[in-house]
């Protein structure tokens, strides 16, 4: 559904060279590594969690965002955000090996910024920032300039999707609830909030995440009667 159902089929073929199909895997591989980091904070998944944010901040700088589901995965209560501080505090050599490792790979980038420009770190988007004080998000979501939802009809069912996430699994839910939210915000305060394209191209990042409310979704679907399943498949089947 997500890969006929959205523009990222063209963005993997037709506009390849694009950064969002590569990120789309990228934060998915993350997401992999922060659930299995929180079932075991070894060195090993340290290092690999800590090159694999940086390739995805270095390729995408907005999505620097991601960090949130590493922060947020497991958490279910208030209670919780407190002691998964003193967990990182008392880790603490591990988010620095993390921190390190995310500064190998942005390392060589950096060097080569210095070389062509004079300056560690270069701004290209000349003419365009984030405007967080003034985001789009009614015509980004449903407007007819590009508005995610109007041309991406099928993701309403992933957002609808988000608080069944607690029949399958309610460790993924502030996670992916949070860096929805974020991916939000910071997608449509972009100057150019509409950002030209077949399609909202950047919400194709946030896609492998939404994929987890999508199918559950379809889980709970799939549990009621029959005539709602065919007519529910049956509008899944007309959004492709």
């Known amino acids: 559904l997500i890969v006929f159902g959205t523009n990222l089929y063209h963005y993997a073929t037709k506009s390849a060279p694009f950064s969002h199909a590569y990120s789309f895997t990228l934060i998915i591989l993350f997401f992999i590594l922060v659930i299995r980091w929180h079932k075991n904070p070894s060195i090993k998944h340290t290092i690999f969690l800590g090159l694999l944010y940086g390739l995805i901040s270095l390729i995408r700088p907005s999505n620097v965002i991601v960090i949130f589901l590493f922060l947020f995965y497991g ?30 790979v942005w390392f060589p980038q950096m060097i080569y910024w210095h070389k062509a420009t004079g300056h560690w770190l270069f701004y290209s988007y ?54 929805f939210l974020l991916g939000i915000y910071t997608i449509l305060s972009w100057s150019c909030w509409w950002y030209v394209g077949f399609g909202h191209r950047a919400f194709i ?9 999508l199918a559950s979704f379809i889980g709970y679907l799939f549990t009621q ?11 899944l089947i007309f959004l492709l």
């Open 75 to 104: 958490i279910t209560s208030i209670k919780q955000v407190k002691e998964r501080f003193l967990f990182l505090i008392q880790n603490i050599h591990l988010i620095g090996i993390m921190i390190f490792c995310f500064f190998i």
């Open 225 to 235: 009667k029959l005539i709602i399943r065919i007519v529910g498949t049956g509008i």
């Open 126 to 179: 000349v003419g365009e920032a984030y405007l967080f004080n003034d985001p789009v998000i009614f015509k980004g979501l449903f407007g007819y300039r590009n508005g995610w939802l109007l041309y991406t009809p099928i993701m309403l069912f992933a957002i609808v999707g988000i608080p069944f996430l607690k029949k399958v699994n309610t460790l993924f839910i502030a996670p992916i609830t949070v860096y």
């Open 205 to 213: 990042d946030l896609y492998g995440i939404l994929a987890l409310p």
